[in-house]
């Protein structure tokens, strides 16, 4: 199988969200937003505001609450949302975190870049 079936079939499966509905889900304190890009990217183009950094090579790692590298954010019960840059290394992952446990997982489809070009605010890049 090659890696576009692979997100096309994890897309089939998961819940995946406009910009717009992202944007309103944001408003309730009980979602976690998580970014699954490289740190390098992060420092690049800058993040959605309050998003948790979960870099996808770690990201089973962060959610699993038996591994040292748990992150608190990340909870089977709460709402996770994901994003990379385009929405594919994020399908992948919400189709993870679904086979984990996590019920009531979603992806931003289009990623960051959608919601750049839709002119949602994000963190500043990093000088360079």
């Known amino acids: 199988m090659h890696v576009?079936?692979?997100i096309t079939a994890a897309r089939s499966?998961?819940?995946?969200?406009t910009v717009d509905e992202v944007a309103a889900e944001l408003d309730d304190p009980a979602v976690v937003l998580v970014d699954v890009r490289e740190a390098g990217e992060i420092a690049a183009e800058g993040?959605?505001?309050?998003?948790v950094a979960a870099?996808?090579?770690m990201?089973?790692?962060h959610a699993d609450a038996t591994s040292p590298y748990h992150l608190a954010a990340l909870d089977p019960q709460r709402r996770v949302i994901l994003y990379c840059k385009s929405g594919g290394r994020s399908a992948l992952a919400a189709a993870t975190l679904a086979t984990m446990g996590y019920r009531?997982?979603?992806?931003?489809?289009g990623g960051i870049t959608a919601w750049?070009?839709?002119r949602r605010p994000t963190s500043s890049p990093a000088a360079g």
């Open 13 to 17: 499966h998961i819940q995946n969200l």
């Open 59 to 61: 990201l089973e790692f």
């Open 104 to 109: 009531n997982v979603a992806h931003l489809d």
């Open 116 to 118: 750049t070009a839709a």
């Open 47 to 51: 993040a959605i505001p309050g998003a």
């Open 55 to 57: 870099p996808r090579g």
């Open 4 to 6: 576009t079936e692979m």
